[in-house]
């Protein structure tokens, strides 16, 4: 029932569509009881490993969320404690592609059709900072595992890694001959892997 509220209230605030969502805790979930400070050792105890890397992940233990629309905006929300929006982001000139939280929940960043990636806080929603380099849209952004790098990719045929310190681009990795649709970073943090519309998957070594 909460959630179907939370839809409503979205949908009341939106004249257009949802393209994407993200939790604080993704990347918990997303490893399981696979912990990469300790090498992926854990073998025993399943369950209550799993909920062990869930809470070191989720930190205060609260959920938040954040959508992005092909309105230009995004919403951070707390779902467990209200069906209304903690904060409206604004700042993207063209529809948003996706939203990601880092894996510690304290940042999100939005990749979107501006030709920019945005990066915000991940409790608050306050902007952070603005990486440009593309010269077209960016399609799908991932984090390292230690948070501190940040890829993204685009339909300008390249994907780039950002510092998360100082917002600098740090390389620009060209090989792929269209368009970079999709990225994702190997959560032990030693791969990077892109596709696109090259009909190729390029692994990179970090």
């Not at 069906?83 to 939203?99: S, W």
């Not at 945005?118 to 849209?137: E, N, P, Q």
């Amino acid at each position: 029932d909460h959630l179907i509220a939370v839809t409503k209230q979205w949908y009341q605030r939106r004249v257009r569509g949802v393209n994407t969502m993200a939790l604080n805790t993704d990347y918990a979930i997303r490893i399981g009881n696979w912990d990469p400070s300790l090498q992926g050792k854990n073998e025993t105890g399943v369950a209550s490993d799993a909920l062990s890397v869930y809470k070191k992940f989720s930190g205060s233990g609260e959920e938040f969320m954040v959508s992005g629309s092909d309105d230009f905006t995004m919403f951070l929300w707390s779902p467990a404690s209200s069906d209304k929006p903690l904060c409206r982001m604004t700042g993207h000139q063209q529809i948003i592609n996706q939203v990601m939280f880092s894996p510690n929940g304290r940042r999100i960043a939005s990749a979107s059709f501006d030709k920019s990636v945005k990066v915000w806080d991940g409790r608050t929603g306050k902007y952070i900072s603005t990486l440009r380099g593309h010269v077209k849209a960016v399609y799908q952004v991932s984090w390292s595992a230690d948070n501190k790098l940040l890829v993204s990719g685009s339909a300008d045929s390249t994907v780039k890694v950002w510092c998360m310190k100082t917002f600098a681009l740090l390389q620009d990795l060209a090989g792929h001959a269209d368009e970079v649709y999709t990225v994702d970073w190997s959560p032990c943090g030693s791969r990077v892997v892109s596709g696109g519309k090259d009909r190729v998957l390029k692994l990179w070594r970090s």
